[in-house]
């Protein structure tokens, strides 16, 4: 079974300055899709970014962009020049490349408080 | 488009009840999960419904049990509620394509067992 890891259970970044949440996943697979999603107080989750395992190249999404390390397992976000709406939970996902539609397995999230 | 809808967005039950939970996926998209996300934790996975059948299904026991009809549309049912069934329950809807990776989820069914 997969499992997902997120060590950092609260961060905190002052409006403009750049942050960085920490994931780790453990797997077998080779072939599978990692996520940030965000979830403001309005609880719903939103699609923050994405990465296919079989991609060497970083995605990138405006001011998010990953630090994905394959073999060590490891799927960082980094959110640069941070502002107050960014503040959310954010939760890192891992989805199986087996199939179709699988399902997410999460972590629990890492708190981000934006400050003035 | 109006994205993925859930109702409702607050119940409050009594333990020993039994609940329905209802989602519309969004437009177009013919797969419909079910997630339980307890105070302070990460989504966990419930079960996945596609063609109407339950596909997919997470460490849940059997009083949870869904549906899917014909237009996509599903429900959540809890039976014998638990304290411990409270929860933030939330529905993503997705597209049974291979390379179609995006879930979309709604803004999820608070329930309180009391």
């Known amino acids: 079974a997969q499992t997902v890891t997120q060590s950092q259970p609260e961060m905190s970044v002052q409006e403009a300055e750049t942050v960085t949440l920490s994931c780790t996943y453990d797997t077998s697979e080779s072939d599978y899709y990692l996520f940030w999603y965000k979830q403001p107080p309005s609880r719903q989750m939103i699609l923050v970014i994405r990465?296919?395992?079989?991609?060497?190249q970083n995605a990138t999404e405006n001011r998010f962009s990953v630090n994905f390390q394959k073999a060590a397992k490891s799927f960082s976000l980094k959110i640069s020049d941070s502002q107050l709406g960014d503040a959310a939970m954010y939760f890192c996902a891992y989805r199986s490349a087996a199939g179709t539609a699988s399902k997410l397995t999460f972590g629990t999230g890492t708190r981000l408080q934006v400050t003035l | 488009d109006a994205g993925v809808t859930q109702s409702p967005t607050h119940l409050i039950k009594t333990r020993g009840q039994q609940v329905t939970l209802r989602c519309s996926p969004k437009?177009?998209?013919?797969?419909v999960s079910w997630y339980q996300q307890a105070l302070g934790q990460g989504p966990q996975f419930i079960f996945q419904?596609?063609?109407?059948?339950?596909?997919q299904r997470g460490n849940f026991p059997d009083r949870f049990s869904g549906h899917q009809y014909p237009n996509y549309s599903s429900e959540l049912n809890v039976n014998a509620l638990l304290l411990g069934d409270s929860a933030l329950y939330l529905c993503?809807?997705?597209?049974?394509?291979?390379?179609?990776?995006?879930?979309?989820f709604g803004q999820g069914t608070r329930l309180t067992v009391v």
């Open positions: 990465q296919e395992a079989y991609k060497q």
């Open positions: 419904y596609y063609e109407e059948e339950e596909r």
């Open positions: 993503a809807s997705s597209l049974d394509v291979q390379w179609i990776t995006e879930a979309f």
């Open positions: 437009s177009g998209h013919d797969t």
